[in-house]
């Protein structure tokens, strides 16, 4: 079965850093680009990061940038979110995503898969 499974979420103070990890079972990331969203409590799946097959990275908004950045290790068909600086209003669930093409739009119907997710949650 094709399955996306993130790791690496957990309870950190502010000002921690965390490293998602993204890894794909029965699917070779390498022919994928791969999309970092969170969903928090009461609002929306939003897209924050996309990198593409060749390693093209792409933000979808601001929310993070300076703080956070993607990565792939096509070695271990894997891709990263490394994410320094976390605020409590970072709490949230993230989700990697994967589309047979390049980075596409943040619309969730674009993706192929999802991850089941993994939740980080910035508390002191």
């Known amino acids: 079965q094709v399955q996306l499974v993130e790791s690496g979420g957990g309870l950190v103070q502010p000002g921690d850093s965390l490293r998602l990890t993204c890894v794909g079972y029965?699917?070779?990331?390498?022919?994928?680009?791969v999309a970092w969203f969170r969903q928090a409590p009461g609002k929306e799946r939003e897209g924050l990061f996309c990198?593409?097959?060749?390693?093209?990275?792409?933000s979808y908004r601001d929310v993070m940038r300076g703080r956070s950045s993607v990565s792939r290790d096509n070695a271990k068909n894997a891709a990263y979110l490394q994410m320094n600086a976390l605020k409590p209003d970072d709490t949230a669930v993230y989700y990697c995503?994967?589309?047979?093409?390049?980075?596409?739009?943040?619309?969730?119907?674009?993706?192929?898969?999802w991850g089941q997710g993994t939740q980080v949650t910035v508390s002191s």
């Open positions: 995503a994967v589309r047979d093409s390049s980075c596409p739009t943040d619309e969730k119907s674009e993706f192929d898969y």
């Open positions: 029965l699917l070779n990331l390498e022919y994928y680009a």
């Open positions: 990198i593409g097959r060749g390693g093209g990275r792409m």
